[in-house]
C-alpha cells in the first residue's frame, strides 16, 4: 500500500518504522527533517512538504494536537487540498470529538474519506508494533485498511461508522489512565509515608487487586520516580483530560473526576513539570506530603 506518514515524533516514527517494515510503499513528513532521516535509510521517501506526502493512497497523521492536525489538513497545500479524490487520510492522533467531527465532514465534501484510529501504548509498545488501535469510520476503508492497523498494532477494535465515536472512547481511556495515575500516587504518598516501600506495595498491589497492565505500567513509574525521558508529556495529559471535559460538556455529562484530574495537572505545568512524563502527576501527592518536588 502506498502511505503517506505525517508526524515522526515519539509514537509516530515508530508506527512508520512498522509500516516500512510490513513492506509498505512510505513517504514521511516532519517538520523538523532530521526526524525523518533513519526511516530514509531503511528506504522511506522522504518528503519536503504535506502535499508531497499525501501523493498515496493513504495518509495517516499521528500529531501533538488539535492545532497541529488542523494545521497540516486545512493548511495551504495541506491534506485536505492535497489528497486525492477517493484517498483515505487516517487520524491517529489524540484530537477532540468536535475536530474529529469537522475532519469527517471536510473529507466528504472534497471526496475523500476519513477514518479515526487512534491507539493505546507507549512508545515502547508502538516500537513492538503492540498497540491497540480503536478505529471508526466507513465500513469498506476500515476494512481496506486492516493491513496497516496490523503493522502496528496487536489488535483492532472496529467500534463505529462514525470517526468521532473513536476519538471519544481514546480520550476517555485516557482519562482513565490519569485517573489511576493520581490515585496511585495518593496511595503510594500514604504507604511510603509510613515507610513501605514503594516498589514492595506495588507487588502487592498487582499481585493481588490490580494485576493490569495500567498499574503494572504506571505503577513501575511511579515507584521508581522515573519521570524523564518523558513516554507522553505532562502538558499532553493536561490536554486531553481538557478535551475529555468538553466532550462532557457537550454531551451533557459531569466528570468530576476529570475536573480534579485537570486541576492536579495544572499545579504540575506551573511548577515547572510540563515536560516531564503524564505519571509525574501522581508524585504531587508525595511532594504535598514533605517529600521531593516532582523531577527533582
Not at 130 to 158: D, I, M, N, W
Amino acid at each position: 500500500m502506498r502511505i503517506g506518514f505525517v508526524g515522526l515524533g515519539n509514537m509516530g516514527a515508530a508506527m512508520a518504522a512498522n509500516l516500512l517494515a510490513a513492506g509498505h510503499e512510505l513517504t514521511v513528513y516532519n517538520r523538523s527533517p532530521e526526524k525523518a532521516r533513519p526511516l530514509a535509510e531503511r528506504g522511506a521517501t522522504t518528503a519536503s512538504s504535506v502535499a508531497q506526502a499525501c501523493d498515496a493512497d493513504v495518509v495517516v497523521t499521528m500529531l501533538a494536537d488539535d492545532a497541529a492536525t488542523e494545521a497540516v489538513t486545512f493548511g495551504e497545500s495541506g491534506i485536505l487540498s492535497a489528497l486525492p479524490p477517493g484517498a483515505t487520510h487516517v487520524a491517529s492522533s489524540t484530537i477532540s470529538v468536535a475536530l474529529s467531527q469537522r475532519l469527517t465532514e471536510a473529507h466528504i465534501a472534497a471526496g475523500q474519506t476519513f477514518v479515526a484510529a487512534p491507539v493505546f501504548g507507549r512508545p515502547e509498545a508502538a516500537a513492538a508494533g503492540k498497540l491497540f488501535v480503536v478505529t471508526a469510520g466507513p465500513p469498506p476503508a476500515v476494512s481496506a485498511l486492516e493491513p496497516v492497523f496490523t503493522a502496528v498494532g496487536q489488535r483492532t477494535f472496529v467500534l463505529s461508522t462514525e470517526p468521532r465515536v473513536a476519538h471519544l472512547v481514546k480520550l476517555s481511556g485516557n482519562f482513565l489512565i490519569a485517573s489511576v495515575i493520581e490515585s496511585l500516587g495518593e496511595a503510594m504518598a500514604l504507604v511510603g509515608k509510613a515507610g513501605v516501600d514503594r516498589q514492595d506495595y506495588l507487588e502487592v498491589l498487582t499481585s493481588t487487586l490490580f494485576d493490569a497492565p495500567v498499574y503494572r505500567t504506571y505503577g513501575g513509574l511511579l515507584a521508581s520516580r522515573q519521570f524523564e525521558p518523558a513516554g507522553f508529556a505532562a502538558r499532553l495529559g493536561l490536554k486531553d483530560v481538557r478535551l475529555v471535559l468538553a466532550a462532557g460538556e457537550e454531551l451533557q455529562v459531569p466528570l468530576p473526576v476529570a475536573s480534579l484530574v485537570r486541576d492536579r495537572y495544572l499545579a504540575l505545568l506551573a511548577g515547572g513539570g510540563a515536560e516531564l512524563d503524564w505519571s509525574a502527576m501522581g508524585e504531587l501527592s508525595a511532594w504535598e506530603a514533605g517529600g521531593p518536588k516532582p523531577g527533582s
